[in-house]
């Protein structure tokens, strides 16, 4: 009988003995939580949190954001100097109601100024712009670019695939 005993019993003092080695050598191999948590990676951030297609992260996204506010402040003659972005969101909020004139002209002016940019690309693609709204300009350079939503191409397919289902039915009809 303890012969039956002898194998198993070796190979668990054997088991317990180095148990707590092989935990003092696996807790030393790993960085501290508490400094990864500390310190994240900036490519980590990058990742997680982006927008406008994958290009601007979230902190990219607020400066632009911010930036817009100050712009939209600075043409209201508000001091944007010193203040937070909620305040400042405040303040140009309550122009923008009292003033609606204003805003309203600086809508246009930026209206105007985007109109402006798309005629430029449009005529480095060589798309005449007479007479074009800016809607109208950029659904063509999207179509130029291939864009995606409202390909030809995948309309087709997909008149030709009912077109097939028509015909199928139409088939099953005449041999019953």
């Given at each position: 009988?303890?012969?039956?005993?002898?194998?198993?019993?070796?190979?668990?003092?054997?088991?317990?003995?180095?148990a707590?080695?092989w935990?003092?050598?696996?807790?030393?191999?790993?960085?501290?939580?508490?400094?990864?948590?500390?310190?994240?990676?900036?490519?980590?951030?990058?990742?997680?949190?982006?927008?406008?297609?994958?290009?601007?992260?979230?902190?990219d996204?607020?400066?632009?954001?911010?930036?817009?506010l100050?712009?939209?402040?600075?043409?209201?003659?508000?001091?944007?100097?010193?203040?937070?972005?909620?305040?400042?969101?405040?303040?140009?909020?309550?122009?923008?109601l009292?003033?609606?004139?204003?805003?309203?002209?600086?809508?246009?002016?930026?209206?105007?100024?985007?109109?402006?940019?798309?005629?430029?690309?449009?005529?480095?693609?060589?798309?005449?712009?007479?007479?074009?709204?800016?809607?109208?300009?950029?659904?063509?350079?999207?179509?130029?670019?291939?864009?995606?939503?409202?390909?030809?191409?995948?309309?087709?397919?997909?008149?030709?695939?009912?077109?097939?289902?028509?015909?199928?039915e139409?088939?099953?009809?005449?041999?019953?």
């Amino acid at each position: 009988m303890i012969r039956k005993w002898f194998i198993p019993m070796v190979a668990l003092l054997v088991l317990f003995s180095v148990a707590p080695v092989w935990a003092a050598k696996s807790v030393t191999a790993l960085p501290d939580a508490s400094l990864v948590v500390l310190h994240p990676k900036e490519s980590d951030i990058d990742k997680e949190h982006k927008h406008y297609k994958g290009k601007m992260t979230r902190k990219d996204f607020e400066a632009y954001r911010l930036e817009k506010l100050k712009e939209i402040a600075t043409y209201f003659g508000i001091q944007a100097d010193g203040k937070s972005v909620e305040q400042l969101k405040k303040e140009v909020e309550a122009a923008k109601l009292a003033n609606k004139d204003k805003w309203e002209a600086f809508k246009a002016e930026h209206q105007a100024k985007r109109l402006e940019h798309l005629r430029e690309i449009a005529k480095e693609h060589g798309i005449k712009t007479e007479g074009k709204t800016s809607e109208q300009l950029r659904e063509e350079l999207y179509k130029l670019h291939g864009g995606k939503g409202k390909r030809p191409h995948r309309l087709e397919d997909h008149d030709r695939s009912n077109e097939d289902n028509d015909v199928k039915e139409k088939n099953k009809q005449n041999q019953v």
